[in-house]
């Protein structure tokens, strides 16, 4: 079974679906790996795959001809298509209800498609997550560029000329992204405070340093003072008897006081509703006005697969930011989170700057292709079998399971047929709009 890297030709793109590393697990495990010469860029050159055991072939239509599965990042361009064959089975990033009839054209050319985007959240399936791999880079990199574009510095420091605060920074959507980048963030010294409408992710943010905005507990402090203990003074003839060494005429009654250390446990039962009320988003949507005036950066990272990202800083709150201020939208490819994003420039508005970043895990390609790689290897494990009898042999043979968890919600095209459902109704809609016209 032949395995073949071609090299990404979208512009920008620099990364690669294997690195050297993997091809040499993959060699050994009975594969063959064809590379396209080039597909490594400067940083995984052809020497460093033909020393892992691949084959190096400078034509791609070659490399298409005889691969069974190609690794790949971006989606095929036409070109590309043309190349492939029947039963051929393709692993990359291709946003189905995107690029709904480029998924129609590789279902209708016999082909097998696995997207990278579709991998099910599941313990199972986190060795072939590449979502949550390219979503940790690019985390990281928002943070990166966030301090890059901030025109002071993000900690605390004392000079001789005096000391400087550290810079405020909010981070929006708590998945893997935000996490990295509140890790981040934190780790160069800001004050972070983030959000997300979902309940669980307020203690992983809290675990990673950030303070989580939180409208309730907002409430709780204005009233804390109110949860103060009064000390019981005895007055009268309990004060008499208690002088004369009868202490337990010093005892506050129960139907009046509270003794510290012995208050009453409430039951509390937990929520069962699967998020916040309304009122309470509300009201941290309140909060949140009021809190992004008071930032240095804010990092927006929500992503609806297969949608469009929603918006969560409006024009008139970045009016309401300091002059300075920095906005790093890593939603910028789909819509952007922020109103006034731009993808792939840099906007200014207000005396503030809101940065649109594209492909960012691409300006990191080594890490990033190395932990992709890793994920691909982990799919290509999980379809295909060795049936070889004999130990030191292998007999590998693709294997399709549509019954498998896994491989069911990635596997969006097979035997002709678009399997995945947005896609579907993305196609659909486009017929409709078509006919429409």
């Known amino acids: 079974m032949k395995i073949g890297v071609p090299k990404e030709i979208a512009e920008g793109e620099r990364r690669v679906g294997l ?24 940083y995984n050159i052809d020497e460093n795959y033909e020393d892992a055991g691949a084959k190096v072939v400078s034509d791609a239509e070659e490399l298409y001809g005889e691969a069974d599965i190609i690794a790949k990042i971006g989606a095929p361009d036409e070109d590309e298509i043309g190349h492939m ?14 690029n709904a009839e480029l998924v129609k054209k590789l279902a209708d050319a016999g082909i097998t498609v696995f997207s990278q985007e579709a991998v099910p959240r599941t313990s199972a399936a986190q060795a072939m997550d590449a979502l949550s791999s390219m979503g940790s880079i690019a985390g990281y990199k928002c943070a ?34 935000g996490l990295q980048a509140i890790s981040t963030m934190n780790r160069l010294g800001a004050g972070v405070f983030a959000y997300d409408i979902r ?8 675990s990673l340093g950030a303070t989580f905005i939180d409208s309730e507990d907002e409430k709780e402090d204005e009233e804390e003072q109110e949860d103060e203990f009064e000390e019981y003074e005895p007055k009268g003839f309990s004060k008499l008897m208690a002088s004369m060494g009868f202490y337990s005429f010093a005892e506050p009654p129960r139907d009046e006081y509270v003794v510290e250390g012995e208050e009453e446990e409430e039951d509390e039962e937990e929520d069962e509703d699967e998020g916040w009320s309304n009122e309470k988003l509300e009201e941290d949507q309140k909060l949140i006005r009021e809190r992004i005036k008071e930032m240095d950066i804010v990092i927006t990272t929500v992503l609806i697969p297969g949608s469009e990202a929603p918006t969560l800083v409006s024009k008139d709150m970045v009016e309401s930011m300091k002059p300075g201020s920095v906005i790093v939208d890593l939603a910028a490819e ?10 792939g420039e840099t906007v200014e508005h207000s005396e503030v700057k809101i940065v649109g970043p594209v492909s960012l ?15 691909v290897n982990s799919l290509i494990e999980h379809i295909t079998e060795d ?36 896609t579907r109704e993305a196609l659909e809609n486009a017929t409709e709009e078509s006919e429409a016209r």
Do not use: W
Not at 85 to 98: R, T
Not at 334 to 343: D, H, I, M, V
Not at 399 to 416: F, Q, S, V
């Open 19 to 42: 690195v050297p590393e993997t091809v040499s697990k993959l060699v050994k495990n009975g594969f063959e790996v064809l590379v396209e010469s080039g597909a490594g860029r400067n």
């Open 85 to 98: 064959h029947e039963g051929q089975v393709l692993i990359c990033f291709i946003n189905g209800p995107q």
């Open 144 to 177: 990166l560029i966030a301090a890059n574009t901030l025109g002071k510095y993000v900690p605390m420091l004392t000079t001789a000329a005096g000391t400087t605060q550290a810079a405020n920074a909010m981070v929006f959507g708590i998945a893997v992204a």
């Open 199 to 206: 309940p669980e992710t307020k203690e992983q943010a809290e």
């Open 334 to 343: 789909s819509g952007g989170n922020c109103e006034l994003t731009e993808a």
């Open 361 to 375: 895990p691409s300006e990191m390609p080594i890490h990033a292709s190395q932990l992709y790689s890793r994920n």
């Open 387 to 422: 049936q070889a009898e004999e130990k030191d042999e292998h007999d590998l043979h693709l294997n399709i399971d549509l019954e498998d968890e896994i491989t069911d919600a990635m596997c969006i095209a097979h035997d002709g047929e678009v399997r995945h459902e947005p």
